[in-house]
């Protein structure tokens, strides 16, 4: 399995970042995908998640209103980053969650897969 995040940058706040992930060795529909970040000092949380159809979304409440995750029929998720903040600020890294029924996300969302990180920064 392999993932390939990209769209990280440098973004001054207020400012809007896509990331894209690209999933391949797995079957995509079967997988719940997520978004989660590190920032500096920081433990990794869960910023976003999306069930195998799309229609389930679990948003992080630091996020919510501001970021939206969604994927396409294929092998991409993406998060759509508006109003970032300098809190905002941290290595963003997709994930893959397989073997779940479908469309639930699992409240205890344990990882199978990581991609690499991306970075963003957010410049006040």
């Known amino acids: 399995v392999q993932l390939q995040a990209s769209g990280g940058g440098l973004v001054q706040a207020g400012g809007s970042l896509t990331l894209s992930c690209a999933a391949s060795g797995l079957t995509f529909s079967n997988v719940v995908m997520a978004w989660f970040r590190q920032g500096p000092g920081k433990e990794r949380d869960l910023v976003a998640a999306i069930s195998q159809s799309g229609r389930r979304k679990s948003v992080a409440d630091s996020v919510k209103g501001r970021f939206t995750i969604s994927r396409d029929r294929e092998h991409t998720v993406y998060l759509q980053m508006n109003s970032l903040q300098p809190e905002d600020a941290a290595v963003y890294y997709c994930?893959?969650?397989?073997?779940?029924?479908?469309?639930?996300?699992?409240?205890?969302?344990?990882?199978?897969?990581w991609g690499q990180g991306t970075l963003v920064t957010v410049s006040s």
């Open positions: 994930a893959v969650k397989k073997n779940t029924r479908w469309d639930e996300i699992p409240r205890d969302l344990e990882i199978d897969y």
